[in-house]
Every structure is written in structure tokens, then in C-alpha cells.
């Protein structure tokens, strides 16, 4: 989708009226940001609980009913004034028939959430995020208000709110972290990750979510999880438990939870990777986060070829030197990049 978002598009895709084209265009839009995601969540709460109307529907009603579901305040008289076009909006679309009246629904969240987006912001309604990011070449840690430790990789970022005052303890990871989190039973602690979603309420569990590959994968090291898809139902989920892995992929549900060495998959906390059957590109994503390098294939199509190596605090010029023999490439290095070639 464009800069301007189509909230008739989104409208659409709820409703399963998509082409392949267009569903293919809103999913693509979905893994682009975590907000975007989000926002079509509420949408997509609004959809599946609106109640059939038999006769022509209040508008004004409607907004209420439609804004308590989304999680939206109305009290405010300054909010209300800035209603006025959208209940116009919506007004429009004001039907008898029920699937249109739901339709119309998910259109007024829409454009409202977009419409209001900076008054939220600037308000009190919206809960404020800190943010933690972690250059190239680096590692952090960070203890949250509830006392939940969480070490990060290279290249990471995570979002997170200064005191958990709502009754989920919601942060948002872009990137590689590894979870301890502090035990509250009735506050659930729960990460976003690009498409994923996981729900803890004490336990120890790695979280890989970068951006290329789209791919989410998690990985228990103590205690009890649930892990699913953002915007999947309860029963997609996976529970999964001390030893186990899953992933996820952008479309679909989370893989059958198996066992794991689970000491593999924490090895980047010291400096130590294993990559098993992993592609060129990916292994190649992951030195660059290391190395705070660049690199360049001229042949992309040698991109996909599976690879397996043991990457343990070692210099570039090792790595390149082992890169370079399992792939049969010759590389150069130049001001920031590495260049791998074919040899003459």
C-alpha cells in the first residue's frame, strides 16, 4: 500500500473480499511494521464482534459501542468535535443489513485510529514506549520496571513502557533477546515480534525475530510458554515447554513444538553461533550485526545455498577465511563491505 493508507482495502481484507493481489498487498503491508499489525488487530476485533443490527443503526451509538471494543475513550469533548467527519463518514454507510453495518464499523476504527493518531499520542491515553536499541557489534542488557532481565543482540531493538500499569506486561522486540522474566500470575508478561506473539507469566525463553526472512523462532530455556501468530485465535497457539522450539513463519501457524540443544540457540550471548543447514544470506545477515560489516554477493543466486558451521569468537578475517572455503568464493575487503566473488 501507499504512504496513505487504503482503509477500504483493509476493510476488504477482513471481510475475505481480497483478490490474491490485494491480500497479498495488505499481508506484505502487515510485515512491514509492528504498528501496522496492531492496528489492523483492532480493526479485526471490532469485525468479529459486532452484533447484527435489524433496523437502521444510531451512528453516534454505533462510535460508542465500536470505541469501547477498540479500546478508545470518548469522554472527551475535544474528541468528539474531532469526530465529526468520521461520524459523517460513517453515516454514508449507514445500513439495514448486517455483513455492510460491520463492514462500516471496521471502516469508522479505521480512519479514526488514523485520524486521532497524534492526539492519542500526545495524550494521556496512550501509553508512552521507551526505546533500547543495540548498534552493530554491540550486546546490552536491560531490567525492566518488574524486575525482568533481557539481553540483546546485535542490531536489536525493543519497545517497552516505563511501569507496566495495564494488565498485560506488553513489549515489542525487533531482533534477538533472551528473556528472564520476573514471575507475576496476574499480570501476564507478553512480547510482540513482528508477526508473533508470545505469552509468559514467569519463565526463561529466547526470542529470534529479525526482519529479512520474516521468520520468528523461540526457544524455552526454563518454565512454560504460549506462542502464536499476532493475529491468530487462542487455539492456533502452541504451548511449549523447557527444551522445546518452534517458529513461525509470516503466513501460517507456529511449527510443532521439538526438542533442542537450548545451549546452541543462547550461544550468541557468548559470542558463539551455530548455524545448521542455514542459508548464505542468512548466516551472512548475522555477520553483518557482529562484524558491523557489509557484504556483498555479486552472484545472488548463490544466496540460498544451505550451509552448516560453528562460529566461536572469532576474528572477520577467520570467518571470511571459513566462509569462503565451504562456499568456494573468493572475497574482497573493502571501506566497510566485503565483497564475495566466483574465483577465475
Same mark, same amino acid.
Given at each position: 500500500m501507499d504512504?496513505?493508507?487504503?482503509w =477500504?482495502?483493509l476493510? @476488504?481484507?477482513?471481510? /475475505?473480499?481480497c ?7 495488505v ?6 511494521d509492528i504498528?501496522?499489525r ?5 480493526m479485526?476485533t ?9 433496523q437502521a443503526?444510531?451512528?453516534?451509538r454505533? &462510535?460508542?459501542?465500536v470505541?469501547e471494543k +477498540?479500546?478508545i475513550? =470518548? ?21 439495514r443489513?448486517?455483513?455492510v453495518l *460491520?463492514?462500516?464499523a471496521v471502516l ?7 485520524y486521532m493518531s497524534?492526539?492519542f499520542?500526545q ?15 554491540? *550486546?546490552?542488557e536491560i531490567?525492566?520496571s ?18 507496566f500499569d495495564n494488565?498485560? *506486561?506488553?513489549?515489542f522486540?525487533?531482533?534477538e533477546?533472551?528473556?528472564e522474566?520476573a514471575?507475576n ?10 508477526? +508473533?506473539v ?9 526470542? @529470534?525475530a ?6 520468528? =523462532? ?8 504460549s ?7 487462542v487455539e492456533?497457539a502452541?504451548?511449549m515447554?523447557?527444551g ?5 513463519l509470516a503466513?501460517? /501457524?507456529?511449527?510443532?513444538p ?7 540457540h543462547l550461544? &550468541? ?8 543447514? +542455514? ?7 548475522q555477520?553483518? @550485526? ?9 552472484q =545472488?543466486?548463490i ?15 577467520d ?6 572455503a565451504l ?5 574482497e575487503?573493502?571501506?566497510g563491505s ?7
Open positions: 504512504e496513505a493508507t487504503d =477500504t482495502l476493510a @476488504r481484507y477482513l471481510s /475475505g473480499e483478490s490474491e493481489a490485494e491480500k497479498a498487498e499481508e506484505a503491508w502487515l510485515a512491514s504498528e501496522n496492531n492496528m489492523l488487530a483492532s479485526k471490532v469485525w468479529e464482534t459486532s452484533e447484527p443490527q435489524s443503526a444510531n451512528v453516534n454505533l &462510535w460508542e459501542e470505541a +477498540a479500546g475513550a =470518548t469522554e472527551s469533548e475535544a474528541l468528539h468535535q474531532n469526530w465529526g467527519m468520521v461520524i459523517r463518514v460513517a453515516e454514508w454507510f449507514q445500513p443489513v448486517y455483513p *460491520r463492514y462500516a469508522l476504527v479505521a480512519v479514526s485510529l488514523a497524534q492526539i499520542l495524550s494521556d491515553l496512550a501509553v508512552e514506549l521507551e526505546q533500547h536499541a543495540v548498534e552493530n557489534g554491540e *550486546r546490552d531490567i525492566l518488574d524486575g525482568t532481565r533481557i539481553a540483546l543482540d546485535s542490531g536489536s531493538l525493543l519497545k517497552y513502557p516505563k511501569t494488565d498485560t *506486561r506488553d513489549v522486540l525487533s531482533g533477546g533472551y528473556f522474566v514471575p500470575a496476574d499480570k501476564p508478561f507478553v512480547v510482540h515480534a513482528n508477526h +508473533a508470545v505469552k509468559v507469566l514467569g519463565t526463561k525463553f529466547n526470542v @529470534r529479525w526482519q529479512p526472512d520474516q521468520k520468528v =523462532t523461540v526457544v524455552v530455556a526454563e518454565g512454560k510458554i506462542f502464536g501468530s499476532e493475529d491468530g485465535s492456533d502452541v504451548v515447554i523447557k522445546q522450539a518452534s517458529s513461525l503466513n501460517g /501457524g507456529p511449527s510443532e521439538h526438542s533442542v540443544d537450548v545451549e546452541k550461544g &550468541w550471548m557468548q559470542n558463539e553461533v551455530f548455524f545448521e543447514s +542455514a542459508s548464505l544470506s542468512e548466516i551472512l545477515y555477520m553483518e @550485526r557482529w562484524y558491523n560489516i557489509r557484504f556483498i554477493l555479486e =545472488t543466486s544466496a540460498t545455498e544451505q550451509l552448516t558451521l560453528h562460529v566461536q569468537a572469532k576474528s572477520l578475517d570467518v571470511l577465511e571459513l566462509v569462503s562456499t568456494g568464493l573468493d572475497y575487503r573493502e571501506d566485503v565483497r564475495f566473488k566466483s574465483r577465475d
